[in-house]
């Protein structure tokens, strides 16, 4: 009020209300002069970003995931290990099952083979060869028979060089 009187002394005239200290805000809170919180602002089409994380949050963050990141982890490595042996284990099989028809085969073919060598040492004729060779052949056929008779399919002794008994 001394304030007052003293402006009206010296002819300046109090235009607005009284100021009373410690009453009244000295800011509104409902209004604001800031730029930022124009309402232009808030119909601008750029929206505001989040704020980034923080190394500590982030390191937080990453320690509690971890450890279900690394039981999923876990989980598709062995997954894909089983899946992987179980692929293995059928190559392994068809693999095993191509070698023994190949050894069918080889034994068939070898078979098939001795069958004709046998036939060929039978039907040799023996009767323009020396005494020597002809010897060799019916030695030969002899084993032959031998072997036809009593299945044995032992191979036929052709060194008959070698031979104790002759």
Not at 7 to 14: D, E, H, L, N, V
Request: aromatic share 6%; net charge negative; hydrophobic share 30%.
């Amino acid at each position: 009020m001394q304030a007052q009187m003293w402006f009206g002394a010296i002819g300046i005239i109090p235009t607005g209300p009284p100021v009373m200290l410690n009453e009244t805000p000295l800011h509104d809170s409902t209004t604001s002069d800031s730029p930022l919180d124009s309402p232009m602002s808030q119909d601008s089409p750029i929206e505001k970003e989040p704020r980034p994380i923080g190394r500590k949050a982030a390191k937080a963050k990453k320690r509690s995931n971890s450890s279900t990141n690394t039981s999923k982890n876990l989980e598709e490595i062995t997954r894909q290990s089983a899946k992987r042996i179980e692929i293995e284990k059928k190559h392994q099989e068809n693999e095993m099952a191509i070698r023994a028809e190949y050894v069918q085969e080889m034994e068939y073919l070898c078979k098939q083979h001795i069958e004709k060598t046998d036939w060929e040492t039978i039907a040799m004729d023996t009767s323009h060869m020396s005494p020597e060779i002809k010897q060799f052949w019916k030695l030969e056929q002899r084993d032959v028979m031998r072997r036809r008779l009593f299945r044995d399919d032992r191979p036929s002794n052709t060194d008959w060089l070698n031979d104790q008994n002759h």
